[in-house]
């Protein structure tokens, strides 16, 4: 549940959309029928739970007929992931799995589809290139995807030595850091591809078919919220205030359960690209909308529960989080 309080970027929400209208749909009506309220689309700032915006995605891939959300040369049909997925779950390594993934979507895409490379002691899954410029979202969401998947199947989050992408940076750049869990990201590169130790690829699949199961109940979702063991300073900090948000413990306070002197502590978040002020901020903000997702809490309730005293200083961060109050926000109209 812990890793279902986050919350993601408008700019994914307009991603998921920016081809129904060339489908015969109407972008407000999927958003009011997964209650996320089109007024946010015109806050660049703004902000929805994943619960939410996984749940528009599997709508506009239904509404579209399509998983590729109309970003491929040809539709990608509904069902495509769930065979990729028993395709590739007897597999006994990770570079079994990814070889038989990349063959697989290989087969919809030729010639953009991965390929799995290896390279000095490097691995890599690869774009295959076109003539014309991919779309950012339709390669940032294979990315993504292949990466998260990988790790799912082996129940870690596979440590990334460099994102590769060919387009130059764009204006949602902080974005990566979330996506790719903050592993180096870079621009105007030769090609598009996460970069990885080669020695990854000798790990066991751990997951079998029981486990995949539940998993398709709805993978978009379990890729989004996947939590395994995590090394970063940022978030063990994050899980250690977790604990309680209605008395937030102050830095000194943390720094001595993580056995660090403050100053460490800081330079450690600074390192990773965070600080101690911005990870309080984006927790309250975060549960804020995944309480708000739910039915029967109040405005008040809700409020303590993310660590505000009062209502009305709760409702004046999330309008400067969101761009609107919790009530427009809740209704989703």
């Not at 999927?30 to 996320?36: F, G, S, V």
């Not at 991919?134 to 998947?149: I, K, M, T």
């Not at 975060?286 to 039915?295: F, I, S």
């Not at 405005?299 to 919790?326: L, M, N, Q, Y």
Request: with cysteine; charged share 20%; net charge neutral.
């Amino acid at each position: 549940m812990a890793m279902r309080q986050l919350s993601i970027s408008v700019y994914f929400v307009k991603a998921v959309l920016k081809h129904a209208v060339s489908q015969g749909l109407e972008p407000a009506a999927l958003l009011r029928l997964n209650r996320i309220s089109p007024r946010l689309l015109e806050e660049n700032d703004a902000r929805i739970s994943i619960e939410r915006f996984a749940d528009l995605q599997v709508a506009a891939m239904l509404a579209m007929g399509d998983e590729s959300l109309g970003y491929g040369e040809q539709r990608l049909p509904i069902g495509s992931w769930s065979m990729m997925c028993y395709a590739v779950i007897g597999c006994d390594t990770l570079g079994q799995a990814l070889a038989r993934y990349c063959r697989f979507f290989g087969l919809f895409m030729q010639p953009y589809g991965p390929q799995l490379r290896i390279e000095g002691g490097r691995a890599m899954v690869q774009l295959g290139e076109s003539d014309a410029p991919a779309e950012h979202y339709s390669v940032e969401h294979a990315l993504f995807n292949c990466h998260r998947f990988g790790s799912w199947l082996v129940q870690e989050h596979l440590p990334l030595i460099e994102v590769h992408f060919q387009h130059s940076a764009p204006p949602h750049i902080e974005e990566y850091r979330h996506m790719f869990l903050g592993s180096p990201v870079m621009f105007d590169q030769p090609h598009t591809q996460i970069v990885f130790n080669e020695a990854l690829l000798g790990k066991p699949v751990t997951q079998n078919e029981q486990s995949l199961t539940r998993f398709l109940r709805h993978p978009v979702l379990a890729l989004l919220s996947q939590q395994y063991d995590q090394a970063s300073w940022t978030s063990r900090v994050r899980q250690i205030l977790r604990g309680d948000l209605t008395d937030l413990a102050e830095l000194d306070a943390v720094a001595q359960q993580l056995e660090l002197h403050p100053q460490t502590l800081r330079r450690r978040l600074n390192k990773e690209g965070s600080s101690f002020s911005e990870i309080k901020s984006l927790l309250r903000r975060d549960v804020a909308l995944h309480y708000l997702g739910k039915q029967g809490l109040s405005i008040e309730e809700i409020a303590h529960r993310a660590g505000f005293s009062e209502s009305s200083a709760f409702i004046r961060a999330f309008k400067g989080w969101t761009g609107v109050t919790p009530y427009t926000y809740r209704k989703g109209v």
